[in-house]
């Protein structure tokens, strides 16, 4: 019976490794696989960083992104628009150096905010000859958000079903393969379309290749409360559709210090409950505007370090337990933009071993080569901590 049973087995192994090999050439890319997001090399990511309104203050990112990339962080989702912006040429330059600096670039298009009407305008500028073509050769990193909260929330069920399965449809057939970011109607704000739609949308798409995102603004006397929070994050774990936080701050409105005050939102508990379920999330604003600051902004300068509207932005960037600093991870192959990391040579003269909060903010290899997660190793020996490149210390295991 055993001498029977190998073969079929190994039958079934080859079988499913085939599935596999063949789900994982579907996307050129990132991808999503039940409610959770994958580099190209297999590497799951929970996406944690930072909105920054690049398109009218710092369009190629030379300074935004490399300050942003300082606290750790993994992704951008980078401020856009279709009226505004300029050639794709920009698009390319911003998005080449966003992942220049260890981020996974998210342009969103801003000008379908609350109204429904625009979204096909957006559909149409993704879709165009110009901008596919960004996207194609940057598809192996990059995250289409198709639109920012387009509707007002007076659209049906039927309404966001349907006119998100035309924009999928579309961006597909125009050879865009990456994941595809689909926002919450009602200025972000109402949870139910991605509750309600998120599975029915996700089995329209050809790729299955699709993230949705909450934009919980409304403040705790709007009924922004911690029980309605975990209400919506459990309602989107259990339907097993990949979700994140794409906005969030301290207020919902952030135009003066005393209106920030009038309606503060529970944006610690937003941190910490989608942290602990493994769901991604994105506080605005890296900076906005001229002095005085808005509310929302987390450094007064673009510059990591000098922080603004305290507690709101040293918090959520690096000081608060569950800040980005503190909880944000890269791949190997955000780090390098490869699926291994090149061996190195270890260094003449040990060193002490680092605390375990060194291992979660930066990349840890073995001497072959293998990547070390967690502060965890598989088995005892030496190790070497990499920063830039660059060896820093080497780490003996100890069981």
Not at 55 to 70: M, N, Q
Request: hydrophobic share 40%; proline share 5%; aromatic share 10%.
């Amino acid at each position: 019976m055993k001498m029977l049973l190998a073969p079929a087995v190994i039958s079934i192994c080859f079988i499913i490794s085939l599935f596999s090999a063949f789900s994982f050439a579907a996307t050129p890319g990132l991808y999503v696989n039940g409610r959770y997001l994958y580099d190209k090399c297999g590497s799951r990511i929970v996406l944690r960083g930072f909105n920054a309104m690049i398109l009218y203050w710092d369009r190629p990112g030379t300074i935004t992104y490399p300050e942003i990339s300082k606290t750790g962080a993994n992704c951008c989702r980078i401020f856009w628009g279709n009226a505004n912006a300029g050639a794709a040429q920009e698009l390319d330059q911003t998005v080449t150096n966003c992942w220049a600096s260890h981020l996974i670039p998210i342009p969103s298009i801003w000008d379908a905010t609350g109204d429904w009407s625009k979204l096909t305008q957006c559909v149409d500028w993704w879709c165009s000859a110009a901008i596919s073509a960004v996207v194609k050769k940057h598809e192996e990193h990059m995250i289409v958000n198709i639109a920012n909260e387009a509707g007002d929330g007076a659209q049906s069920d039927a309404d966001f079903r349907t006119a998100y399965t035309t924009a999928v449809t579309r961006l597909r057939a125009a050879g865009i393969h990456t994941p595809i970011l689909i926002d919450a109607s009602g200025w972000g704000r109402k949870e139910s379309y991605i509750i309600n739609n998120g599975r029915y949308l996700l089995d329209q798409d050809p790729d299955r290749n699709l993230l949705f995102a909450w934009h919980p603004y409304d403040p705790i006397s709007w009924n922004g409360t911690q029980a309605r929070i975990k209400a919506a994050i459990d309602s989107m774990v259990a339907r097993n559709i990949c979700c994140i936080v794409g906005e969030f701050a301290e207020c919902e409105n952030g135009s003066t210090a005393t209106t920030c005050a009038a309606g503060p939102c529970e944006w610690r508990y937003i941190m910490k409950y989608a942290h602990t379920h493994d769901i991604g999330w994105m506080p605005w604003v890296w900076w906005c505007c001229t002095d005085p600051h808005d509310a929302h902004t987390i450094s007064s300068d673009k510059l990591y370090g000098h922080w603004a509207n305290a507690p709101w932005g040293e918090a959520v960037a690096i000081s608060d337990t569950y800040s980005v600093k503190n909880t944000a991870q890269r791949t190997v192959f955000i780090d390098s933009g490869a699926c291994r990391a090149s061996k190195v040579a270890a260094p003449a003269v040990p060193c002490a071993p680092p605390k375990a909060a060194v291992l979660k903010s930066i990349a840890a290899y073995s001497i072959s080569g293998r990547i070390v997660r967690g502060g965890m190793y598989a088995r005892q020996g030496v190790y070497c901590v990499i920063r830039n490149g660059k060896i820093e210390r080497l780490v003996i295991n100890a069981p």
